[in-house]
């Protein structure tokens, strides 16, 4: 009897395919943890999402913890846990930082299998978001102190990505942050710098229109006025409501009043696309990418209602649009190593067509098959997008009334002895 390859060639087969087997179970099972865990909350079991997540394999898994901290932080949020959400978050932000100098043996690794295998280090616009969602934290605490250190944090990634990407166009700055920084130093009765944040917000909105399909928003004129008289900036609060007075915007007098944040829908989540190429061995050689898909959800329209008077909530993040701009900005760097990877697997199996009746070739490119696959991990709880709404209040009212596409809710807001309270609230 004839075997149709040598003991250790069949040994490492197995194992190749063992490993291959371990990877798809793995990509499968990220996702589905991540869909299981937010189809719970949704269901208004937030607590049950949490012990799912902490007892699934996300949670023990090295190269995903990265992910799964995101998600945990997200999660606990939604719960009402602040603090232990902001813990959580704060894990995750130093871990980003270590992983974002990921080592050359993880890189080389992944150029032979493939991008699964090495440990996630998050998109720039995901690693920003992390103190994104600590702000709201520190917020919802009513610590407007440490709400302003992750303002803070924001500045410094951006002004980071930005020395870092130069000209190009990738995600390297983001308005609605710059915005909100605005509004905490608002907030802070910091009004020279609140006004600096706000015309950076200004100027990255029309810098980016084109981009991320979000005009400035109307209450931003508002905003840049209000600060640039409270700050004596006088030439400026011309400049300002001349150009607004030039759009049609009317402007309003905020010297205390209510900002609500909704993180709206669902982020797209990523999905294979695959093209089979003909070998000329009778076998295919595919190479596999990564696609946004996105999702419906959220809600159409926010309103308060504040003394008989409606304000409307506007968008001011796109965060689908940041998500797909940031994945084309990249996915020449993954062809190119996805087209390597699947030129040396060829010449690997061919090298083995000549060896062991050629049997070794053919299982070698049934592994390779197997094992290739786009890496589809992203941090799903974030929001599709972000809508804003600011209505002038008295000083300290504790609640407004918001209608979510005619519906009724209350939102209680957290109100310092600062001129400006917050509140946030998240629609699926």
């Known amino acids: 009897m004839v075997l149709p390859c040598s003991l250790s060639h069949c040994m490492r087969t197995l194992l190749l395919l063992s490993v291959s087997v371990w990877l798809l179970v793995g990509c499968a099972g990220t996702r589905s943890i991540q869909e299981k865990v937010y189809s719970l909350s949704r269901s208004g079991k937030t607590a049950s999402a ?67 295998v090495v440990a996630y280090t998050g998109a720039d616009y995901e690693s920003v978001y992390l103190n994104y969602y600590k702000l709201l934290n520190y917020l919802a605490l009513g610590n407007l102190e440490a709400a302003g250190v992750e303002a ?44 600096i944040a706000y015309r950076l917000a200004w100027n990255g909105f029309l810098l980016n229109r084109d981009i991320y399909r979000v005009p400035p928003p109307q209450i931003l004129w508002s905003l840049l006025v209000t600060t640039a008289e409270s700050a004596s900036l006088l030439r400026e609060a011309d400049e300002f409501r001349a150009m607004a007075a030039a759009r049609g915007i009317a402007l309003q007098r905020l010297d205390t009043f209510a900002v609500v944040l909704v993180n709206n829908g669902r982020i797209p989540v990523k999905q294979e696309r695959m093209a089979l190429f003909p070998s000329g061995h009778g076998f295919p050689v595919k190479i596999a990418l990564p696609a946004f898909v996105s999702r419906d959800g959220g809600a159409t329209t926010v309103t308060a209602i504040v003394d008989g008077q409606r304000y409307q909530a506007e968008l001011v993040e796109n965060l689908e649009a940041i ?15 996805a087209i390597a990877r699947a030129v040396a697997k060829e010449a690997t199996a061919r090298q083995l067509d000549n060896k062991a009746n050629g049997s070794a070739g053919l299982l070698l490119r049934v592994v390779n098959l197997m094992t290739e696959h786009a890496d589809l991990r992203s941090w799903v709880g974030l929001p599709r997008e972000i809508k804003m709404l600011v209505a002038p209040v008295a000083t300290g009212t504790a609640q407004i009334d918001l209608e979510q596409d005619g519906r009724p809710l209350n939102l209680k807001l957290v109100l310092p002895a600062t001129p400006v309270g917050f509140g946030f609230v998240q629609f699926f």
């Open 50 to 116: 949490v012990e799912y997540l902490d007892a699934s394999n996300l949670a023990e898994s090295r190269t995903d913890r990265l992910l799964y901290l995101m998600e945990r932080g997200t999660l606990l949020q939604r719960q009402g846990e602040y603090r232990e959400s902001n813990a959580t978050f704060e894990e995750a932000d130093r871990l980003s930082e270590e992983l974002y100098t990921k080592s050359i043996s993880a890189g080389a690794l992944s150029f032979l299998v493939n991008e699964g």
């Open 152 to 195: 803070r944090r924001v500045d410094e990634k951006l002004r980071y990505f930005s020395d870092r990407y130069e000209e190009k166009t990738v995600f390297r700055e983001d308005p609605f942050l710059r915005m909100l920084t605005g509004l905490i130093y608002h907030a802070q009765r910091d009004f020279n710098n609140a006004f």
């Open 323 to 337: 998500a797909s701009k940031s994945l084309d900005d990249e996915i020449g760097r993954v062809l190119v190593k």
